[in-house]
């Protein structure tokens, strides 16, 4: 019971034996006759689960090392070509670079 609940017995008109009796009957707790609830279990067949594994494919390409040797091969050049367009001021534009890579490939 709540402070506010005994404030407005007492201004009902409420004793304090009464509040009390009000009070003591709400914390007691309420006994009940429960019956254990009998429930029939059959045991459940469980079968095996049957799961086949299949080794899993990848397709895997090797790594050709010379593949790979000749890709940083041509990005060296283009690197080259780009830094040596820079430095040399050969066109102060935008399209410098790519006027000297067509250099180069000519």
Known sequence: MKI???LALTKAGFTK?????LATAETKPVETETKPVETETKPVETKP???????????TKPVVLDDI???????KTVI??????NTSGVNNNKDGAENALFGLLK
Do not use: F, R, W, Y
């Open 69 to 75: 040797k000749n890709e940083l091969s041509e990005l």
């Open 49 to 59: 689960v049957e799961t086949e594994t299949k080794p899993v494919e990848t397709e």
């Open 4 to 6: 506010e609940d005994v």
């Open 17 to 21: 034996e009464e509040i009390l009796k």
């Open 80 to 85: 080259q070509g780009l830094n040596i367009a």
